[in-house]
């Protein structure tokens, strides 16, 4: 197996400069890239819904397993027009909560639900349902494209304010996905068996008893642990960098050991040198946001050594 890079002091403090330029310049074209990868995220998460409800025809039964799914429920409320939150949805449609299993069990709930949905969907990209009849092919199409750019326009701009880790989370998924990388769901993983197969990824997921920001399954059959953290000055590196992803490689590797499972942080911002080497002493392999092809290359490699040339 290839371990994770190690990098020296003068490789850290290289890498580290770069990444406080890149911090400083700004984004320029991330903004662009993060709204094509969530276009082809969303539009196939309304292609399912649409599917599943059989063209917005059938919803009542579809009900309960969409809302079980945070983002076919966000699609759900998109189909309105105008789109409207959750906190709206629930004072709209008279409603306590739209947990799954609540809805499921509360009939008139349920149909309260329902009647918002056949009430207020949007007429324009959606004639069909109040004309009580199927779409045709080019309106269907037409639908998906334009729900699909309201979410993936609505959710760039709240990540282009933030300017957090969460705008980084959303670059390296895009970066995995392209690289052949397969997003599959959220999950507890409480043993290296509930981990992503090879070739596959999720995201937001308990990796015993810490939530990880991806938990990758290398092609090798290593699993990677992987942090994205983004940091405005030395000082805020610290709790960024060493009290939290550090601490997390300590336990990771505590739980599950140190063969099976690689600890990896991508950084992006200003880190002081000190505190990059103390974290990578602990045993957290450091990429940088700026150099991505980097860390994906590493992982390449991974399936190649252990394939005989093959990656993911």
């Known amino acids: 197996m290839i371990a994770p890079p190690i990098w020296s002091r003068d490789q850290l403090d290289g890498a580290s400069a770069r990444a406080r330029e890149h911090f400083r310049q700004g984004r320029h074209t991330e903004p662009l890239d ?5 276009f082809d995220e969303y539009r196939g998460i309304v292609e399912e819904v649409l599917e599943q409800t059989v063209d917005l025809t059938l ?3 579809a009900l309960p397993d969409l809302l079980d799914d945070r983002r076919k429920q966000e699609a759900l409320r998109y189909f309105s027009g105008p789109p409207v939150s959750l906190d709206d949805l629930k004072v709209l449609a008279q409603l306590e909560s739209v947990a799954a299993k609540r809805i499921a069990s509360d009939a008139e709930a349920r149909d309260r639900l329902l009647a918002f949905l056949r009430d207020w969907h949007d007429r324009r990209r959606f004639p069909w349902v109040i004309e009580n009849r199927m779409p045709d092919e080019s309106e269907r199409a037409a639908a998906v494209l334009a729900t699909a750019a309201l979410l993936a326009m609505r959710r760039t701009e709240t990540l282009r304010r933030t300017r957090s880790s969460a705008m980084q989370e959303q670059l390296v998924a895009g970066q995995l996905r392209r690289s052949g990388f397969t997003q599959v769901a959220t999950r507890k993983v409480g043993t290296l068996r509930d ?6 990824f999720c995201r937001e997921s308990m990796l015993g008893s810490r939530k990880a920001d991806f938990i990758i399954g290398l092609p090798d059959g290593r699993t990677m642990a992987l942090e994205c953290k983004v940091s405005n000055s ?4 610290i709790k960024r960098l060493n009290n939290d992803a550090a601490v997390k490689a300590e336990v990771w590797r505590r739980e599950f050991g140190t063969e099976q499972v690689v600890t ?13 080497m103390a974290a990578q002493d602990k045993g957290l392999t450091i990429f940088w946001a700026h150099d991505l092809q ?8 991974t ?9 993911p």
Request: aromatic share 6%.
């Open 294 to 301: 980097a860390m994906l290359q590493w992982m390449r490699d």
């Open 59 to 61: 919803v009542r039964d």
């Open 195 to 200: 981990a992503p197969e090879p070739g596959r």
């Open 234 to 237: 030395s000082t805020n590196s």
């Open 34 to 38: 993060i709204y094509l990868d969530l």
């Open 303 to 311: 399936g190649a050594n252990a394939n005989g040339g093959t990656g």
């Open 264 to 276: 990896a942080a991508v950084l992006d911002g200003v880190y002081a040198l000190r505190n990059l």
